[in-house]
């Protein structure tokens, strides 16, 4: 069964663009959850989409989004990027029901310059 | 302050011995999880322990929950350098909504 797949693994962008991570969850999985992990704030919960509704979310500004598609595939994007966002992002998948653990992926590292 | 704050930060050990990591909340929960990550890795699932139970095993791990104090502990029991890593608390609110701590890193000696 494979895992959780998050693409690309490393990123470097410029101070202002934008960006776009993906997430493919467990097949079978409708939940996908995103985290931010930086070595000051420790993991923060960005958003969770559920059968492709935002079902909640943490507190990030709006240039923060995401989506899920039919497919339960996540996307997170984060324009105007700024130097704070450079951290590893991880992604998470479960069935949706919270008796249940989640699966990781092993991030994308995203490093702003 | 954000749920599932770990205790201590830091932990340092010589292999044989065991670790002991805390975790505190503030609300109900519908469950609480505990994680392993590598360094720069995703995280890797080792324990779910529902509200409803006060103990679980697995392996040489060994995680209690005491929803009276809203806290729980893992045990590591007979550590070895390969359980060099951060661990992590996850609490899973009833809505579902999941929140992390900054873990805690424990360092085995070999």
């Known amino acids: 069964k494979a895992g959780v797949t998050q693409t690309p693994r490393y990123l470097i962008k410029t101070r202002g663009q934008q960006v776009t991570l993906s997430c493919s969850p467990i097949?079978?999985?409708?939940?996908v959850s995103w985290y931010q992990q930086t070595p000051g704030q420790g993991l923060q919960f960005l958003f969770e989409y559920f059968s492709e509704t935002q079902r909640n979310k943490g507190n990030f500004p709006g240039r923060f989004s995401g989506r899920q598609f039919s497919n339960s595939r996540s996307e997170m994007n984060v324009s105007t990027l700024e130097l704070g966002d450079s951290a590893l992002y991880l992604c998470a998948s479960s069935s949706g029901d919270a008796w249940h653990g989640y699966t990781f992926g092993s991030g994308t590292r995203l490093t702003v310059v | 302050s954000q749920q599932g704050e770990e205790d201590p930060q830091a932990l340092s050990i010589q292999e044989g011995e065991n670790a002991t990591m805390n975790c505190s909340y503030k609300?109900?929960?519908?469950?609480l999880q505990w994680y392993r990550q590598n360094s720069g890795r995703g995280l890797v699932h080792l324990i779910l322990i529902r509200s409803n139970e006060r103990e679980k095993h697995s392996g040489r791990l060994r995680v209690t929950l005491d929803t009276s104090k809203k806290s729980s502990s893992l045990l590591i029991t007979a550590s070895r350098a390969a359980d060099t890593a951060s661990y992590f608390c996850g609490v899973v609110t009833n809505a579902g909504k999941s929140t992390f701590g900054d873990g805690t890193t424990l360092t085995v000696k070999p």
């Open positions: 097949s079978g999985h409708r939940s």
């Open positions: 609300t109900s929960i519908n469950n």
